[in-house]
């Protein structure tokens, strides 16, 4: 792995452990071996940093929207989703923090970008349980927003539980069990 590699790498299990403003150059440099100046012959800024981390995050969560089937049953295409953004989590534990957490440190033109991309996901995400209602898989009263609101505090808040011990599939599937039996008794209350 390159040293320009090596930093991002770096960086992201920094952000995700001490935060963005807990993480310095100096301390970036030192767990790589280097000089704190060679670090910016790879950056002009911490933020650079931040930048890559935070997009390199966006991308993966819409990669692993992408491998959805389309072909499956609208309601089993949000089972899978909620897999692959827990798997996303799991295998991306520091750059999903860093997407999840750390990404309010973003300023300008890249918080736009990135708040950009975030929100397409939802709204990704949003149409997968619209295309459930339509197909009768989900009740027509359906509280959306509560829906979707339970659907990522479920995948958002697994990186503050997850390890490289977490068999993914299993939790994926007990939280799926929770949350499609809660959205069929709540929309018939």
């Known amino acids: 792995m390159r040293t320009r590699e090596k930093l991002s790498v770096e960086a992201a299990r920094q952000f995700a452990e001490l935060g963005y403003h807990g993480t310095s150059v100096n301390s970036l440099a030192q767990a ?13 800024s911490k933020e650079d940093l931040l930048v890559e981390v935070a997009l390199a ?4 969560f819409h990669q692993a929207l992408d491998e959805v089937p389309a072909e499956a049953e609208p309601l089993e295409r949000v089972r899978l989703a909620l897999r692959a953004h827990l798997g996303v989590v799991h295998t991306q534990l520091d750059v999903a923090t860093v997407w999840l957490k750390e990404w ?3 300023q300008g033109k890249a918080r736009k970008r990135f708040l950009s991309e975030r929100r397409r996901y939802e709204r990704r995400i949003e149409q997968l349980f619209t295309d459930a209602i339509d197909a009768g898989e989900l009740p027509a009263d359906l509280d ?3 829906a979707l609101l339970l659907f990522f505090s479920v995948g958002n808040w697994a990186y503050t539980w997850m390890s490289d011990k977490t068999d993914v599939d299993a939790e994926a599937d007990a ?3 929770m949350l499609s ?4 008794a709540e929309a018939r209350t």
């Open 32 to 44: 790589l071996g280097i000089q704190k100046s060679s670090v910016y012959t790879h950056i002009r």
């Open 57 to 60: 995050g966006a991308a993966h």
């Open 104 to 106: 309010r440190f973003l």
């Open 144 to 146: 959306r927003r509560h």
């Open 175 to 177: 939280f799926w069990t």
């Open 181 to 184: 039996n809660g959205l069929r």
